[in-house]
């Protein structure tokens, strides 16, 4: 077994460095979804967090022990280029932050305003990546923050494990979100020493599971059926799409996790959802998914078990907020689309809009289909609509049926593989 540097005693130094400005962030029970979880559960809340993240804590425990005056550099295109630019500020140091060339302007413009210069080489984070370090070499007076493979950061991360435990110290289950390891480090760390009865629970991407599938080789376990390794595109998870886990980290997960498991897009996008509907908190993809793994029971547990799941990060895009809401009314049938045959004749395009209004069904869209598939003398529509029952469909395709209207319902399943 590797040894494991980072004990409480590291982490509760990291506290202290950290005090002054991190904030000590709330760990509320939620009772509208402990009910709909069959638990109780508790919500660590990271998306308060300066810079709405976790990054910071490790950032700044790290950035605080090195010499005043540093240039201090990264590359990310996340939440750790924020983290660190803001510990830079407050340090006093300058930092370079390497992003690609498409990293979203929110982003980019978010870690500039946090006093970083910011440089844009690439297409991808790897470009990015490489430009760093040929920088590096060059200027050897520059100091590399790693985003989690370093003892003070993993330290920084496992503040949050300390606090944890001292906000629910009866606490059963802590679930948290793996990427490169680091919050899964510490956490683990903390939660294994204060309350060594609690399970530690990882979570990550099925499209993204690198780290999933380097802890089930390494126990010899079951591999879930969702996983991939061939998604194409950017995960909703974006922060913990990490292709190589940390070498640093790992061996704390190896040792302390109890249970690793991994949730799916169409599942992180309904977490996402039921976070803005229910709780009114607005969470990444990353952030979301230790409550996607509790909200689609991919573990097993007590309905009195006191469950904490740290929502490590809330910096998601709009556009990607408002797709993972449509996406989950679709799934929960709440949104429907359908398609329909109506004659050209006066005043029928009125009669469908007067049923649904009936029904109280709300249009969100609608427009004509080519008649590739349709009469001359009749008009195809694309119609999508919000639903307030979805029993109330099959009522509704009735009434249109009764007036010789074809109808076909687009069924909605999970598309994740």
Known sequence: MSELRVNLEKIKEAKERIRPYAVETPCNFVPNLSKITDCQ?????????????????????????????????????????????????????????????????????????????????????????KKCAEDLAANPDWIFVPPFDSDEVIAGQGTIGLEIAQQVPDVDTVVVAVGGGGLAAGTAVAIKALCPKARVIAVNAAVRPASYLKYKNFKGQEIDQNTTTKFIGNPLADGIAVINPGKVTFPYIEQLVDDFVVVTEDEISTAIAYLAERTKMICEGAGASPFAA????????????????VLSGGNIELPMLARCIDRALFLQQRRVNFTISLPVACGQFIKMLQILQQFKFEVVGTFALPNANCLANHIRYCVTVDIPNPALMEDVKAEFEKNGWTINITETHPQDQ
Not at 84 to 106: D, E, F
Not at 294 to 309: G, T
């Open 41 to 129: 559960l508790y919500f660590k809340l990271e998306t308060l967090q300066r810079c709405r993240a976790f990054k910071f804590r490790g950032a700044l425990s790290k950035i605080s022990t090195l010499p005043k005056g540093s240039t201090i550099v990264c590359a990310s295109a996340g939440n750790h280029s924020q983290g660190c630019a803001l510990s830079a500020q407050i340090c006093g140091m300058k930092c370079i932050v390497y992003m690609p060339i498409t990293a979203p302007i929110t982003k980019v413009d978010a870690t500039r305003g946090y006093g970083a210069e910011v440089r844009q080489y690439g297409f991808s984070f790897d470009e990015a990546n």
């Open 294 to 309: 509790v909200l689609f029971k991919k573990f097993e547990y007590r309905p009195d078990e006191k469950i904490v799941c």
